[in-house]
């Protein structure tokens, strides 16, 4: 089992990105999917997720109307697409699922396959 993340670069607040989360050894849409965050100095926070239906989404409230998860269950891929990125933006970010869904889709502790991050830097 392994989850790629990729999409992360360095941009201009106010720009937009957009990270990818191929996973391999397992069928994402069995699975909900979450984005989580650590900037340096800081604990891993959350970010987004998906249920394993694909039909709720989860935001946290410091990215609400910004950032948009979806899924392409053909691609086997999630997708995090930020705009409107603040400097305080800036993090290294982290996919993970878990099969099927889980009440705790906030807590890092809910998921149990992660990819290796991937650094999104916001200059002001």
């Known amino acids: 089992v392994q989850l790629q993340a990729s999409g992360g670069g360095s941009v201009q607040a106010g720009d937009s990105l957009r990270l990818s989360c191929a996973a391999s050894?397992?069928?994402?849409?069995?699975?909900?999917t979450g984005w989580f965050r650590q900037a340096p100095g800081k604990q891993r926070e959350f970010v987004v997720a998906?249920?394993?239906?694909?039909?709720?989404?989860y935001y946290a409230d410091s990215v609400k109307g910004r950032f948009t998860i979806s899924r392409d269950d053909a691609k086997n891929t999630v997708y995090l697409q930020m705009n409107s990125l603040k400097p305080e933006d800036t993090a290294t970010y982290y996919c993970?699922?878990?099969?099927?869904?889980?009440?705790?889709?906030?807590?890092?502790?809910?998921?149990?396959?992660w990819g290796q991050g991937t650094l999104v830097t916001v200059s002001s």
């Open positions: 993970a699922c878990r099969y099927r869904d889980s009440d705790f889709y906030y807590r890092t502790t809910s998921y149990n396959n």
């Open positions: 050894g397992l069928t994402i849409s069995n699975y909900a």
């Open positions: 998906i249920s394993w239906s694909g039909g709720s989404t």
